[in-house]
């Protein structure tokens, strides 16, 4: 008896030692990460303009600002733009300096005030984006910002993205296994890189009077997909 609890103690030890050695001695893997990107049309388009007003006081220059600004409200309206579509987006009156150089100094003068409202529209049909700038500046609106187009359903497109990512990381893993000469037996960990919002196609508005609406392209938004993994290699 005392024999066989010897040898079972032995074979107890040389189990232990195996399993340690295994946990000490990690298994193989191949590490890769895989990219895949959809596009879709955008839902709607956002628009930055305002009024830029001076005056020799910054009543004034308020004053002559507030009243254009109350024109391009009503002529967002007028185009059909929700009144919870519409933001201001900037805000503020600031001085104006004269810049006088002479050797050795500066001297800035202040030789007025300068007002500045802008409004940010978001405009539901990209149809009609061109349209909504002339009635903006038509009503008085001297300082076009920009145009971002975007869109609020991106989750289908996005786990589309996901899909042919992971197709492309699997593609890829098969690859180097083929070309390398081993077995794949699984996959330890798999993981999303990070991914930002998609970003919003930008463009500068344009504008003339002798065209009919000012031209604009809604293009198409990028959706990105970043996928990783851990695949352990047959030994």
Same mark, same amino acid.
């Given at each position: ?54 005056? +020799?006081? %910054?009543?004034?220059?308020?004053? /002559? &600002?507030?009243? *254009?600004? =109350?024109?391009? @409200? !009503? ?83 996005? +786990?589309? %993205?996901?899909?042919?990512?992971? /197709? &492309?990381?699997? *593609?890829? =893993?098969?690859? @180097? !296994? ?58």
């Amino acid at each position: 008896m005392f024999r066989a609890l010897i040898a079972t103690t032995a074979l107890t030890a040389l189990t232990a030692g195996s399993a340690f050695a295994q946990i000490q001695e990690p298994q193989p893997t191949l590490s890769l990460s895989a990219t895949a990107e959809v596009r879709l049309a955008p839902d709607y388009a956002q628009v930055s303009s305002g009024v830029v007003s001076r005056a +020799d006081t %910054a009543q004034a220059a308020m004053r /002559a &600002n507030s009243q *254009a600004m =109350a024109a391009v @409200f !009503a002529a967002l309206r007028e185009a059909g733009v929700a009144e919870n579509d519409m933001q201001t987006s900037q805000l503020s009156v600031s001085p104006v300096y004269s810049d006088r150089r002479e050797p050795g100094q500066i001297e800035l003068n202040i030789i007025g005030y300068e007002a500045r409202n802008t409004v940010t529209a978001k405009v539901t049909d990209t149809d009609r984006t061109g349209a909504v700038i002339d009635a903006m500046v038509e009503a008085g609106a001297n300082n076009i910002n920009n145009v971002t187009f975007g869109s609020d359903n991106t989750e289908d497109a996005m +786990d589309e %993205a996901r899909r042919q990512a992971i /197709a &492309n990381l699997l *593609a890829k =893993a098969e690859l @180097f !296994a083929d070309a390398a000469g081993f077995e794949l037996c699984g996959i330890r960990r798999m993981g999303e890189a990070h991914m930002g919002s998609p970003q919003p196609v930008m463009m500068r508005a344009s504008f003339a009077e002798d065209m009919a609406a000012t031209p604009v392209a809604a293009g198409q938004l990028t959706l990105n997909a970043s996928v990783n993994a851990d695949f352990c290699i047959a030994e």
